[in-house]
């Protein structure tokens, strides 16, 4: 059995075929129309036919059994994904996990925490102690003498309280862009499922999207057009004797799925450029112009998606109100819009405006300047237990632990990231992988006998967007038990 979805053919898969949801496919140009079966042939005229509602209408048996059977699916294959991850993460033994964690901590400490400050505080301290150590008498002092110890205020007020008062300011910017990032998600999904399944129609009144059909002046304009690209002879076509044409209501929702995965991927893009906010970029002139290209980059991309695709996702919404959408649907769909800019200027805002830059000055120098300064201190404790060795280890100690603050300040200073960070948020996971695959899944969901989807990026050309969406917590053992079941 086959079906008519206005300008697209997709195939309805019979009982003895495989029920399971497929994959979605779309371009951007539509395709051209399939001759209608002669099942079909009675109610091709009718515009409340069934084939324009298959998978609209919320009561139609055979779409709402495959959507159950999608569903109930997917839970038997996350109840055994659920059970092989409890039975991973089960460690009986408590030292084994012990030594895990401590192996971890150091390794990720290595890693991510040392830095060029770190080996620059540590060689500053050492030779300071040692200068120290051989300047000074190695006799004994009385109590009135000083014996070379400094006080720790300094070291606590210079250092430590401004980098836990920056590592505070910095971890709230990164709540705040989680919510943002949060908001945008949801307020995308919830327009996707609006302009994809919202139904206007009521019971032996109105027909809602399954009487909706083109509109005969909207076609011969249409025809115009491709006429003039394709230079005809101008002969029209009298578009007043056709039979009533259905809205493809699979292509509308995948124009609109279109614009979503295009704004995803651009605001992607614009969250993971380089920071242009560090001192650098201040105090120099060849600072300055790593700066403005970074700045003039991201404005660009970010204002194409800001106003371009915004305009888009709001023009799709007028078309459903010029095919009798109500307007309090209409303006509820409106203030998801809202969000999903709000959201999209907020983490903006984070992205471009840091914490204090004086306070990360302070932070900077002083975590390299004062372990030296304390150098009498290490190497008076070198002299009182007559060892130099140890006193240049309290003392590169002391700066290994300054240093790595202030590299913990630094990596929670921009919450954007490509790819892995300690505390980072990676937006190409969140909005190339995870986002994606929830539109995916909500399209599967409303047309389950639409085509296999494709993104395309030039419509002419029909090339495809050849971006890698494959997450990196994609699990292999996870997808062979999937496959095994």
Same mark, same amino acid.
């Given at each position: 059995?086959?079906?008519?979805?206005?300008?697209?053919?997709?195939?309805?898969?019979?009982?003895?075929?495989?029920?399971?949801?497929?994959?979605?496919?779309?371009?951007?140009?539509?395709?051209?129309?399939?001759?209608?079966?002669?099942?079909?042939?009675?109610?091709?005229?009718?515009?409340?036919?069934?084939?324009?509602?298959?998978?609209?209408?919320?009561?139609?048996?055979?779409?709402?059994?495959?959507?159950?059977?999608?569903?109930?699916?997917?839970?038997?294959?996350?109840?055994?994904?659920?059970?092989?991850?409890?039975?991973?993460?089960?460690?009986?033994?408590?030292?084994?996990?012990?030594?895990?964690?401590?192996?971890?901590?150091?390794?990720?400490?290595?890693?991510?925490?040392?830095?060029?400050?770190?080996?620059?505080?540590?060689?500053?301290?050492?030779?300071?102690?040692?200068?120290?150590?051989?300047?000074?008498?190695?006799?004994?002092?009385?109590?009135?003498?000083?014996?070379?110890?400094?006080?720790?205020?300094?070291?606590?007020?210079?250092?430590?309280?401004?980098?836990?008062?920056?590592?505070?300011?910095?971890?709230?910017?990164?709540?705040?862009?989680?919510?943002?990032?949060?908001?945008?998600?949801?307020?995308?999904?919830?327009?996707?499922?609006?302009?994809?399944?919202?139904?206007?129609?009521?019971?032996?009144?109105?027909?809602?999207?399954?009487?909706?059909?083109?509109?005969?002046?909207?076609?011969?304009?249409?025809?115009?057009?491709?006429?003039?690209?394709?230079?005809?002879?101008?002969?029209?076509?009298?578009?007043?004797?056709?039979?009533?044409?259905?809205?493809?209501?699979?292509?509308?929702?995948?124009?609109?799925?279109?614009?979503?995965?295009?704004?995803?991927?651009?605001?992607?893009?614009?969250?993971?450029?380089?920071?242009?906010?560090?001192?650098?970029?201040?105090?120099?002139?060849?600072?300055?112009?790593?700066?403005?290209?970074?700045?003039?980059?991201?404005?660009?991309?970010?204002?194409?998606?800001?106003?371009?695709?915004?305009?888009?996702?709001?023009?799709?919404?007028?078309?459903?109100?010029?095919?009798?959408?109500?307007?309090?649907?209409?303006?509820?769909?409106?203030?998801?819009?809202?969000?999903?800019?709000?959201?999209?200027?907020?983490?903006?805002?984070?992205?471009?405006?840091?914490?204090?830059?004086?306070?990360? =000055? *302070?932070?900077? /120098?002083?975590? #390299?300047?004062? %372990?030296?300064?304390?150098?009498?201190? @290490?190497?008076? +404790?070198?002299?009182?237990?007559?060892?130099?060795?140890?006193?240049?280890?309290?003392?590169?100690?002391?700066?290994?632990?300054?240093?790595? =603050? *202030?590299?913990? /300040?630094?990596? #929670?200073?921009? %919450?954007?990231?490509?790819?892995?960070? @300690?505390?980072? +948020?990676?937006?190409?996971?969140?909005?190339?992988?995870?986002?994606?695959?929830?539109?995916?899944?909500?399209?599967?969901?409303?047309?389950?006998?639409?085509?296999?989807?494709?993104?395309?990026?030039?419509?002419?050309?029909?090339?495809?967007?050849?971006?890698?969406?494959?997450?990196?917590?994609?699990?292999?053992?996870?997808?062979?038990?999937?496959?095994?079941?």
């Amino acid at each position: 059995m086959h079906a008519s979805y206005g300008f697209r053919s997709a195939k309805i898969m019979s009982d003895g075929e495989n029920n399971s949801m497929k994959n979605v496919v779309f371009e951007e140009a539509a395709s051209p129309p399939s001759p209608p079966s002669s099942e079909a042939d009675s109610s091709a005229t009718s515009p409340l036919s069934t084939t324009t509602a298959i998978s609209t209408s919320p009561y139609l048996h055979k779409v709402t059994t495959r959507r159950h059977e999608f569903l109930h699916e997917s839970q038997t294959n996350n109840n055994l994904l659920e059970s092989n991850a409890l039975k991973i993460s089960s460690h009986k033994s408590k030292v084994f996990v012990f030594l895990w964690d401590l192996y971890s901590a150091f390794r990720l400490f290595g890693v991510l925490l040392i830095s060029m400050e770190t080996f620059v505080g540590c060689a500053l301290t050492i030779g300071a102690t040692l200068l120290a150590y051989y300047m000074s008498p190695k006799v004994a002092v009385s109590e009135e003498q000083w014996d070379g110890t400094l006080p720790t205020i300094l070291l606590s007020f210079a250092t430590v309280t401004p980098l836990i008062q920056s590592i505070s300011m910095a971890f709230n910017r990164r709540e705040a862009a989680l919510r943002g990032l949060a908001s945008y998600r949801s307020a995308m999904y919830h327009i996707y499922m609006a302009q994809a399944s919202w139904d206007w129609g009521e019971c032996g009144k109105k027909g809602g999207r399954r009487s909706c059909v083109e509109n005969t002046d909207d076609l011969k304009s249409v025809q115009e057009v491709e006429e003039v690209k394709e230079g005809g002879d101008g002969i029209e076509e009298d578009t007043t004797t056709l039979p009533p044409k259905p809205i493809d209501w699979i292509n509308h929702a995948d124009n609109l799925l279109c614009q979503l995965i295009h704004l995803s991927d651009s605001l992607s893009h614009y969250l993971a450029l380089p920071t242009a906010s560090r001192t650098h970029h201040r105090a120099t002139k060849l600072g300055e112009r790593e700066a403005k290209t970074l700045v003039f980059t991201g404005r660009k991309i970010f204002a194409l998606n800001a106003a371009g695709r915004i305009f888009m996702i709001s023009q799709l919404t007028e078309a459903l109100k010029y095919r009798g959408l109500p307007g309090n649907e209409a303006s509820r769909i409106r203030q998801w819009e809202q969000y999903l800019s709000v959201s999209m200027e907020n983490m903006r805002l984070i992205k471009e405006y840091r914490t204090p830059q004086s306070l990360r =000055l *302070f932070g900077r /120098v002083f975590t #390299l300047l004062l %372990p030296p300064i304390y150098a009498t201190s @290490f190497a008076q +404790i070198a002299i009182d237990t007559e060892s130099i060795v140890f006193g240049c280890i309290i003392g590169a100690v002391t700066s290994l632990a300054l240093t790595s =603050l *202030f590299e913990a /300040v630094r990596q #929670l200073e921009d %919450p954007f990231a490509r790819g892995f960070t @300690f505390d980072g +948020i990676d937006v190409t996971e969140e909005l190339q992988v995870l986002a994606y695959e929830e539109l995916m899944v909500a399209r599967s969901m409303v047309f389950p006998d639409a085509e296999e989807f494709v993104l395309k990026e030039d419509t002419k050309a029909k090339k495809a967007v050849g971006l890698d969406r494959k997450s990196r917590h994609y699990c292999e053992d996870c997808a062979r038990i999937i496959k095994a079941s």
